[in-house]
């Protein structure tokens, strides 16, 4: 899931970078599985605040199964369009 999709489902669709910083705020320990969630196109955006943090966030991805590409972004899964049919 994107911050951009996190805003949306709150309602607020243009709103990613506030979906990110509620996330960063949250206090340590929380139940609340904010590594979860990634930049656009599969960004590991803690990087930039903590570099322990991205490696944390990517340590928890991998042994929840998520595949990395060779430049160390989230491997996105495709999202199906409502009412898309296969042919």
């Given at each position: 899931m994107t911050y951009g999709q996190v805003?949306?489902?709150?309602?607020?669709?243009?709103?990613?970078?506030?979906?990110?910083?509620?996330?960063?705020?949250?206090?340590?320990?929380?139940?609340l599985?904010?590594?979860?969630?990634?930049?656009?196109?599969?960004?590991?955006?803690?990087?930039?605040?903590?570099?322990?943090g991205a490696l944390t966030q990517r340590m928890r991805l991998e042994r929840e199964g998520v595949k990395f590409d060779a430049r160390g972004r989230v491997v996105m899964m495709a999202k199906k369009k409502k009412g898309a049919t296969k042919k």
């Open positions: 805003a949306a489902a709150a309602g607020m669709p243009r709103a990613p970078r506030l979906a990110g910083y509620a996330l960063y705020a949250l206090p340590p320990g929380t139940p599985p904010w590594h979860r969630v990634v930049g656009a196109g599969g960004r590991l955006t803690l990087g930039r605040l903590s570099p322990d």
